[in-house]
Nanobody, 123 residues
Framework: QVQLVESGGGLVQAGGSLRLSCAAS????????MGWFRQAPGKEREFVAA????????YYANSVKGRFTISRDNAKNTVYLQMNSLKPEDTAVYYC????????????????WGQGTQVTVSS
């Protein structure tokens, strides 16, 4: 069992930056691939970024590639999402997720979800 708690969301102006954190409980964190998803009002939840258990492979949605960076610190049981050059269309609730295999996480097949953190980008 893995429990995930996101933090770091907030209100930022367009062009600004935020760093989201996801703290995981459990001793098996380092064996999970991790991902970030987001859901804007009236839209379906969508994939944002994912990282393999070792951190050696990363994946990004085309809409955030070059602006967002996913990373993890297995010693701290934490995964991060650095978001730069934010746009109003990045406004959404951001969710952390854990899954067995990175490709499955990219596809949305995950075992555990966090409760989400709100990111609002003003124009």
């Amino acid at each position: 069992q893995v429990q995930l708690v996101e933090s770091g969301g907030g209100l930022v102006q367009a062009g600004g930056s935020l760093r989201l954190s996801c703290a995981a409980s459990g001793r098996t964190f380092s064996s999970y691939a991790m991902g970030w998803f987001r859901q804007a009002p009236g839209k379906e939840r969508e994939f944002v970024a994912a990282i393999s258990w070792s951190g050696g492979r990363t994946y990004y949605a085309n809409s955030v590639k070059g602006r967002f960076t996913i990373s993890r610190d297995n010693a701290k049981n934490t995964v991060y999402l650095q978001m730069n050059s934010l746009k109003p269309e990045d406004t959404a609730v951001y969710y952390c997720a854990a899954g067995q295999i990175d490709h499955w996480v990219v596809a949305g097949t995950v075992g555990f979800w966090g409760q989400g953190t709100q990111v609002t980008v003003s124009s």
